[in-house]
């Protein structure tokens, strides 16, 4: 079941801060964060697992909130390199494979 | 650490033709995946291999795709015959999730970009 995220899309100026939500109506087991380039892979951010834990890496950080089986992604102080379209990706508990299923993705554009 | 290699970058075909892509994952890293992604969206699971046996096909349209990773390490996905909706990004990504695919980060491949005309 794929996940949702909102916004779509979001425009910032840099230094500008932006949260990036993530839904799902399946009990989660963990979620994923990759960001795309135009035209390159994605690549991951990070990973967070089942316990309502939060982490951060550099000036972007994530939390999860087990209880609304929800994720958000916060990116404060925006660069420029922070241009690109956030995916997150979700695996639900008591699936064998752990397949990891993505949203649609949230398109952010950073701008001088 | 070299990273995950794909080929062909790019490829154009017409339909009911077949094509393969071939993918290369990070040396030791036992789980590979095969994704799909139509411009716009998010990547969709194809196929995940945990060595060289398959965890996780049901996304896969066996009925035209196929895919193997014979020796545990590089694998090949298919299309025969191709159909116009399958022009999209064909990405690979590998884990070092020792078991189910869990509690790792994917490092993904370049990709392929497969125009059907």
């Known amino acids: 079941q794929q996940p949702v995220q909102s916004p779509q899309a979001v425009i910032l100026r840099e230094g500008e801060d932006a949260v990036i939500n993530c839904s799902s109506s399946k009990a989660l087991y963990s979620v994923h964060w990759y960001r795309q380039k135009h035209g390159e892979a994605p690549v991951f951010l990070m990973i967070?697992?089942?316990?309502?834990e939060q982490k951060g890496h550099d000036k972007i950080s994530a939390s999860f909130n087990e209880k609304k089986q929800q994720s958000s992604l916060y990116l404060t102080a925006s660069q420029l390199s922070y241009s690109g379209t956030y995916f997150c990706?979700?695996?639900?508990?008591?699936?064998?494979?752990?397949?990891?299923?993505f949203g649609k993705g949230t398109k952010l554009s950073v701008i001088p | 650490e070299a990273g995950v290699a794909q080929s062909p970058r790019y490829k154009i075909i017409e339909k009911r033709q077949s094509v393969a892509f071939w993918c290369n994952p990070i040396?030791?890293?036992?789980?590979l995946y095969w994704y799909q992604q139509i411009l716009g969206q998010g990547p969709k699971l194809l196929i995940q291999?945990?060595?060289?046996?398959?965890?996780?096909d049901s996304q896969l349209p066996k009925d035209r795709f196929s895919a193997e990773r014979l020796k545990g390490v590089d694998s090949t996905l298919k299309i025969q015959p191709a159909k116009l909706e399958d022009s999209a990004v064909y990405l690979c990504?590998?884990?070092?999730?020792?078991?189910?695919?869990?509690?790792?980060?994917?490092?993904f491949g370049s990709g392929t970009r497969l125009t059907v005309v």
């Open positions: 990504a590998s884990s070092s999730a020792p078991r189910g695919g869990k509690d790792y980060g994917y490092t």
């Open positions: 967070l697992l089942k316990g309502g």
């Open positions: 291999f945990q060595n060289n046996g398959v965890v996780d």
């Open positions: 040396s030791g890293h036992a789980t």
């Open positions: 990706g979700t695996q639900y508990s008591g699936a064998g494979s752990y397949q990891l299923t």
